[in-house]
C-alpha cells in the first residue's frame, strides 16, 4: 500500500468520513501540504505525545489531573456523569455545569458484550463517598442503554448518602411539537411541571 493509499485508508476510518470522503480529505490535504499536511502531522504528533487520560475523572488533557479536576472554582461537590469524553466536552461547551464530571467510558450493553466490570463505575462509588459530595447527575443518553446504565448506577449509589438525579428529557428548546418523534412526546408529556 503506498504513502496516498494509507492515508486514504487511515482518514476513512474517521467518524463520518467513508472513502470517498477521505480520498477527498486526502488530496486536499496534499495539495496543501505546507499549510495544512504537515502542520497537521506536527500536532497529531504532538497530542499523541501529550495527551492523558485523567486519573481522576476521565477527561483527556495534557495534565493529569485534568483542568476541570484541577479548577478550584468548580464545584466538587457536585459530579456528573458522562458516558464518553465528548458528553463531557458537549456539556463544557455549553458552559451551563461549574462542578466535576465522571467519564463512564461507555454503557451497559448485552448486546455489545458490555458489562459493569467494563465500565468506570467503582472509581465513581468512591468518589460519591468522598467528603463533600452532595449530587450525582447520571448524564447518560437517552437510549435504552444510557437509561439501564443509570439505573445500574443509581442502585449502586443508593447508599453512599447523595442526591442523585438525571438530566430532564422532551421537548427541545426551539422544538416544534409537530416535529418531535413519538418517544420525545411521550418522555416529555410523563415528566411535565407545574407552570409558575
Known amino acids: 500500500m503506498g504513502d496516498i493509499e494509507r492515508l486514504v485508508h487511515l482518514l476513512a476510518k474517521l467518524p463520518g468520513l467513508g472513502p470517498r470522503s477521505a480520498r477527498r480529505a486526502a488530496l486536499h490535504l496534499i495539495k496543501r501540504r505546507e499549510s495544512l499536511l504537515e502542520p497537521l502531522a506536527a500536532a497529531l504528533g504532538d497530542a ?26 468548580r464545584d466538587g461537590g457536585v459530579i456528573c456523569v458522562v458516558e464518553d469524553v465528548a458528553d463531557l466536552w458537549a456539556l463544557e461547551r455549553a458552559g451551563a455545569f461549574r462542578g466535576h464530571y465522571h467519564v463512564l467510558g461507555g454503557v451497559l450493553s448485552a ?25 450525582v447527575i447520571l448524564a447518560t443518553n437517552a437510549t435504552v442503554d444510557g437509561q439501564t446504565t443509570a439505573h445500574y448506577i443509581a442502585d449502586r449509589l443508593a447508599d453512599c448518602g447523595v442526591v442523585v438525579s438525571g438530566l430532564a428529557h422532551g421537548v427541545p428548546v426551539g422544538g416544534e ?8 412526546l411521550s418522555t416529555a408529556l410523563k415528566d411535565r411541571h407545574p407552570v409558575s
Open 48 to 73: 499523541a505525545a501529550s495527551v492523558r487520560t485523567c486519573a481522576t475523572c476521565g477527561n483527556l488533557d495534557t495534565t493529569d489531573p485534568c483542568a476541570v479536576c484541577r479548577d478550584a472554582r
Open 111 to 135: 448486546l455489545d458484550g458490555v458489562g459493569p466490570e467494563d465500565l468506570n463505575i467503582p472509581a465513581l462509588v468512591a468518589r460519591a463517598r468522598e467528603d463533600g459530595v452532595r449530587e
Open 177 to 184: 411539537l409537530d416535529y418531535l418523534d413519538d418517544g420525545t
